[in-house]
């Protein structure tokens, strides 16, 4: 069961890495009509979940026009809206990458924001989605089938987007967050 637990998101709570002791081991049972030995565990867990306005590294995973996506490398639901960008940045289409339009004395310079470049950010907010199972459709009067008809969804209903049950928005639009590569210098 632990093992199990290692990689999911409890909401409301983080995502589960892993296992980090087992505190207490209460009496164990054996119910009428199950072979099985039902303990009750107390144990703590390794949970990522990072506090608001904390700084954290991670790489770009890709860009899109919602914005900057990013990795940990362990955890992949993490975005920087183009609000939360240094400003001014636009979108490259052609490239499929966003760039920052650094101003200076000799001129603009083009700062782009490639895949795989390491960048600091600030978590500003979080976003919990509750994905646990529904139970199906109940079927109304008006949506009976007739006998021959299938009740299987259309195909639009049953290919809803997926979402990420604990998704982090970040922000770069302060100095010394962006790529790496832009303050080392």
Known sequence: MMRKAAGLVVFNVGLCICLYDITKLEDSYIFP????????????????HPFLEEILVGKIKYCSQEGVHVTMGFFDDIL??????????KFDEAEQVWLWEYETD?????????????IRFRVTDEVFVDTSPTGPAAATPDNAAQPGQSTAAPAEEST????????LIGTICEPGLGLLSWWNN
């Open 33 to 48: 009509g199950d072979g099985a030995s039902h303990t009750k565990v107390h144990f703590r867990f390794v949970v990522f």
């Open 80 to 89: 920087i809206p183009p609000e939360s960008l240094q400003q001014p940045a």
């Open 106 to 118: 000799e001129g603009a310079h083009d700062l782009y924001m490639d895949q795989g470049e390491e």
């Open 160 to 167: 809803e987007k997926k979402e990420a049950p604990y998704t």
